[in-house]
């Protein structure tokens, strides 16, 4: 039986690969809170799946562990998300040179997530926005993904 063959959009994920800490704004913080945390992100054997495993060093950032792949039925890229509340959300997602994407849009809950690359693959750039009345999006989530050594 031959193996199924790694769709090409999931190399843009290899730069994720490794350690890293995070820097985090959030707007129901108090201004100038900066939320320090941990991220890892290793390929399931195959590297036809990405885990990505983030924790906070605040009580109100839930742990999470994601899910990330390619779903050749469909012809798109997925991202399953579980966290430390008991939440469990599927997206869409994408990656091309330098940039990560993800989005899920819902009648009552609509997100979406851009990160971007530095030239060198040793910072990320993340923001992440919420709509919640089905027009208006608003900046939720800023984090800064630093590679550890």
Known sequence: MQ???RHPMLAHLDPLVGQWETESTHPLLPAGTIVRGRASFDWLEGGRFL?????ADHPDFPDAIVILGYDDAAGSGF????DSRGEARRYEMAAEAGAWRFWADLPEFSQRFTGTFAADN????????????????????VVTYRRLA
């Open 122 to 141: 040793s910072t990320i750039s993340g923001v992440s926005e919420l709509c919640q009345d089905g027009v208006t999006w608003e900046e939720d989530l």
């Open 79 to 82: 991202m399953h998300s579980y």
């Open 3 to 5: 193996e199924p063959t």
């Open 51 to 55: 885990i990505w495993r983030e924790s």
